[in-house]
């Protein structure tokens, strides 16, 4: 597909999604927007891994930068230089992450050579960066967003430069199956870390006492005493874990599924505080586009993607009984009401393509242009 816009636009990265992602959905959506982008710009992906690498994936050129050093052994903060020349050669730097200081050279490089300079932010970070000490945050033209939840986590400074995009999700990948059938199955996806609100959700499961439905939690295992106290917690139960599963497989859950839950929470079972659980919560967007009913907590920005009533359930975190209510309200519907849930999913998640959102993008680039 031929380009639409002469901007050249650069996506910089600290980590790269792939077999050894660390973050998960933040590497995730820096992937998705530039491989969106550029069906309407000329774009290039900048990362770090352990080797060189330059390769395209169909428009998308991605440069992996090799790395020896990580500053303070955190693998959000690699030390690299090599990378720098590629934003010369583009109109448009978007870093993804604040706080690393690969974000701080890519806007200060951006910045003193005139470039436009923008910013997203997945949470996380490193404690060592430029920015603390610095003013180089005053250097972004905007900060975009992916949710009102994620513009309040920005620093201030940022909050007057943010822009909302909501979104997005892969609605050509993610679809309505007209061959799979849905299962007496409730799921979960996503990286089994104690945020992640998993041991509420098989409680809740073990209260629903409803022997024809099973609880399949796909997703890798990031902690492991967690697992085994989720493990723990399943014994007895029609529980099933996934782990490392395939891109087909997972379309396949979310097709069968009758539900999807993400029990994400700020405090976790082990008292620990997390304050960004879900800046969007690709798995809301993708399991909707399927047309499977969610059910997702008040933690983060997870309301911000469910249609209250229509497509989901938006209950209060921590809780088991209240993650068991809106189980039972969706497990108890009939055909008919259960077939018009599924028709609101695909007509809600539209507004969320990345279509749109790699559009909406370009146009605040164009803007500066």
């Known amino acids: ?11 910089v990265s600290p980590t790269y999604f792939g077999e050894g992602s660390y973050i998960g959905g933040g590497e995730r959506y820096a992937v998705e927007l530039a491989t969106w982008m550029s069906k309407f710009a000329e774009t290039t992906l900048i990362s770090f891994a352990e080797k060189e690498e330059s390769t395209y994936q169909g428009n998308l050129r991605i440069e992996l930068h090799s790395v020896k050093h990580f500053i303070r052994s955190n693998v959000m903060n690699p030390l690299s230089f090599r990378y720098l020349p590629s934003l010369l050669k583009s109109h448009v730097v978007h870093v993804h992450h604040i706080t690393t200081l690969v974000s701080d050279l890519s806007c200060l490089t951006a910045s003193l050579f005139g470039k436009g300079s923008y910013v997203t932010d997945h949470g996380g970070g490193a404690d060592f960066v430029l920015n603390r000490k610095v003013p180089i945050l005053a250097g972004y033209d905007h900060a975009f967003a992916q949710s009102r939840f994620a513009v309040n986590a920005l620093p201030p400074i940022l909050q007057k430069k943010a822009v909302l995009i909501k979104g997005g999700i892969d609605t050509d990948r993610f679809h309505l199956s007209q061959v799979a059938t849905k299962q007496k199955k409730i799921l979960f996806v996503g990286r ?8 509420y959700l098989i409680e809740a499961f073990r209260q629903l006492a409803n022997p024809e439905f099973k609880l399949v939690i ?3 295992v990031h902690n492991d005493r967690y697992f085994r106290d989720l493990q723990k917690l399943a014994e007895g139960l029609a529980v099933e874990f996934l782990h490392g599963i395939d891109d087909q497989q997972l379309l396949f859950e979310y097709q069968t599924a009758y539900a999807t839950v993400l029990p994400s929470v700020h405090k976790t079972c082990y008292g620990d505080y997390t304050a960004v ?4 919560g690709f798995t809301l967007l993708e399991s909707q586009a399927c047309g499977t009913p969610v059910i997702c907590t008040d933690a983060g920005a997870m309301s911000e993607f469910v249609e209250e009533g229509k497509t989901g359930y938006i209950v209060a975190q921590n809780s088991s009984e209240a993650l068991r209510e809106a189980l039972h309200k969706l497990v108890t519907l009939s055909p008919n009401a259960y077939a018009t849930w599924q028709a609101q999913c695909l007509v809600w998640v539209k507004q969320f393509s990345w279509d749109t ?3 909406k993008h370009l146009e605040v680039y164009q803007e500066r242009s």
């Open 192 to 199: 089994l870390l104690p945020h992640k609100g998993v041991n």
């Open 218 to 220: 796909v997703g890798k």
């Open 1 to 11: 597909m031929p380009v639409v816009s002469p901007l050249k636009v650069a996506y």
């Open 277 to 280: 659980p879900e800046l969007m």
């Open 357 to 359: 959102v790699a559009q």
